[in-house]
């Protein structure tokens, strides 16, 4: 008989922060770790852009270091100045209700609503489509350079020359130069850590010679599913104003239908507001100076605070800058001669800026954080694993919790949508707004993994502040989506065990709603899931939930064939139909993203993983993917293959110059990405919860130091 992985629910063992794991005395030089890995710029590149931002809003430039020439990045990583707050939806003229995209499955006897896409045309496919569409995020304007030539035509990129342009990450700003008929433009652009507040400085004689000023223009949205959001075509559409001005500030309102919001302009020295054409304002410096600074702060609301200056926003920036990186995680791999090390120490360290800029807001990210949109601009719950966990072992468990309040904030309405389909609890949204609103989908409204996310990032946050006000806190959040995690599973008396679906996509979507039953990702994940929630209750003195426990001991072992675990007991074709083995891996992540939970034959395990790694599709998959699969195999003891599969060499698992983990030609950024290789690198250096070798995940030549870094579950 093949041995059997144990059934494990991990009792968390409470570090404080004195406490917290390190993988040698010497202390990492930080500043020499992350400076090393500045990214630096000399041409105009498409999927170069760089950004500035502060987790809630964001600001992304060219080579020039504003957003001067946003149409030479629209099919790359575009110009974006997005925020958490700026959202938009078109009228709803056609009076359309959520309940007209609805699709009914039969499940258990009663009919069972979901918010569904339609192909043929007629009112149920427009109110989908307005639903999909509705809300939407907005960029909120283009700051750039109105640069001339010496005998007045417009500068056009070509005949800028010369260009140099540094992203300093321990400072959190982007110096560029460049030159113009020979004369230099430096400049130098930051962003606030707790305000929407960009801050320029520009130094240059073509000042003095009026030949540079700041523009600023207003777009009404697209709508489009992906893109930079920008519609320059429709004036008519919105207004856009000077409400005040005096000699050194100046605020601007836009309306858009029925969003309105501001932008408040402060500069230094002689200046003067011109509008050009409707939506396009030129900020023109006097000539009195070779140097002018300014901000630009956006606001839902005309209610600014005092302003503050270039040199005041930058000192700022640099200190939170400095702060972030001298505390949570640090990884050094320059003691290690393979060339990959490099590399991953290169993405490690962008990896970490980016989402400190891009997802470290109060609600969930979007996929492409705030540079662009993509589906809407709207984030998608189940990636807030892939955005989030890794905060927690970096040691920066604020900024997971940050995000959490946005859970308690649509409780009513995920509470209300799970009574709508007959089910107990809370059933949280898939891919969603600020308000919880469901869009609908042939493929999104059927996903489950993204339900238990919520006990698990309670878990993590307990584990750091293991009190009573934690538990008070999450209970409410953690119960509620036991409760519905236990109805939706249904007993089947044929055989004698519970079953999650049908309908149901798992997280590998390449299955089919209509049949797939019991994928092994979510099976595992209800198991941990609802064990999880039983020790929340435990920890309060509340008697054990007697349904819960009925179907934490009902569910099912992994469906298996021919030595390999499927993909869904409902697939026992899962490796012989090419469909089946694309999109996710994750019958890996049952045993990568998860602890040991349901009982598993570790020869069957090995088998799937060595079967996967050289079989599976991987051009058709995600940069997630990677760290997963890299995870799982560290934990069968796998380190080669764990760093193999960490970087390996796919298009989809490319990362740019600035860090982006490139996807595709839609998709140019894909934040989740980044965020599963922080989790990943943190894991393959700390180990599990009670594993007590160091750097599990790296071959025994690798010298990889650490600190103040978190074991995952």
Known sequence: MRPLFSVVII???????????KSASEKIDRFSLVSRHNV????????????????????????????????????????????????????????????ETYQYFDVEGRKVSYAVQW??????????????????????????????????????????????QTLNLWEGVISSSFKIEQKKVEVQTTCHPSRDIIAVEVQSERIKNGLVGINLRFPYPTGNHTGGASDWQSPEKHQSAVISENNNSAVFEHNLDSTTYFVKLNWSGNAKIIQKEPHYFVLQPAGESEIFSFSAEYSPNN??????????????????????WETGGAVDFSGTDDPRAEELERRTILSQYLTRIQCAGEFPP???????????????????????????????????????????????????????????????????????????????????????????FAELVYREKPYRETLEKYAPLVFETAEFMADF????????????????????????????????????????????????????????????????DGLPSFAQKDGLY??????????????????????????????????????????????????????????WDYPMAAICAVRQGKPEEAVELLLKDVQKNSYLPNGHNYQDDRLRIYLPGNGGLLWAVAAMCTGFEGEENHNPGFPDDWKVQWENLDPPF
């Open 40 to 99: 630096t710029v000399n041409k105009f590149d498409s999927l170069g852009s760089l950004s500035v931002g502060n987790g809630s809003f964001a600001f992304s430039v060219d080579a020039t270091g504003l957003q001067t020439f946003p149409e030479m990045y629209e099919n790359g990583v575009c110009l974006g100045t997005q925020s958490e707050w700026g959202w938009h939806s078109f009228p709803n003229q056609g009076n359309y209700r959520l309940e």
């Open 366 to 456: 979007q996929e492409t954080g705030l540079t662009f949109n993509s589906w809407y601009g709207k984030f998608h719950l189940e990636m807030h694993w892939w955005h989030g966990v890794h905060w927690a072992l970096w040691n920066r468990s604020e900024l997971l919790e940050k995000g959490l309040g946005y859970y308690s904030d649509i409780f009513e309405k995920a509470k209300k949508k799970a009574e709508i389909q007959g089910y107990k609890g809370v059933r949280w949204p898939k891919m969603t707004g600020p308000a919880g609103n469901d869009s609908p989908s042939g493929v999104g409204e059927f996903l489950i993994w993204q339900q238990p996310h919520i006990i698990y």
């Open 11 to 21: 009792s968390l063992a409470f570090l404080s922060c004195s406490q917290k794991r």
């Open 566 to 623: 499927l993909a869904a007991e409902s697939a026992p074709d899962s490796y012989e139909n090419e469909h089946y083995y694309s999109d996710h891996p994750m019958v890996l992540g049952a045993f990568g993203l998860l602890p040991e939970t349901v009982p598993a034959e570790r020869q069957i395990m090995e088998n799937t993983f060595n079967y996967i790694a050289e079989n599976w599709n991987w051009p058709r998959t995600w940069g």
């Open 489 to 552: 599973a249904r007993w089947n008396d044929e055989n004698n065990r519970y079953i999650l679906g049908p309908p149901l996509i798992p997280a590998q979507e390449s299955l089919e709603k209509e049949k797939t039953y019991n994928p092994p990702f979510e099976v595992a994940y209800w198991h941990w899931g609802l064990s999880v929630a039983q020790k929340w209750r435990q920890r309060m003195n509340l008697p054990e939930n007697e349904e819960w426990q009925k179907v934490i």
């Open 303 to 324: 209610n600014f605070a005092e302003p503050l200056n270039f040199l005041q926003t930058k000192e700022v920036a640099a200190s939170h800058w400095q702060e972030f």
């Open 119 to 164: 192909n043929e045309p007629g009112r149920k496919r427009d109110a989908a489509n307005y639903f999909r569409q509705n809300p939407h995020r907005l960029h909120l304007g283009n700051i750039g350079f109105e640069l001339l030539k010496a005998g007045g035509q417009r500068v056009k990129p070509d005949a800028i020359e010369e260009i140099e």
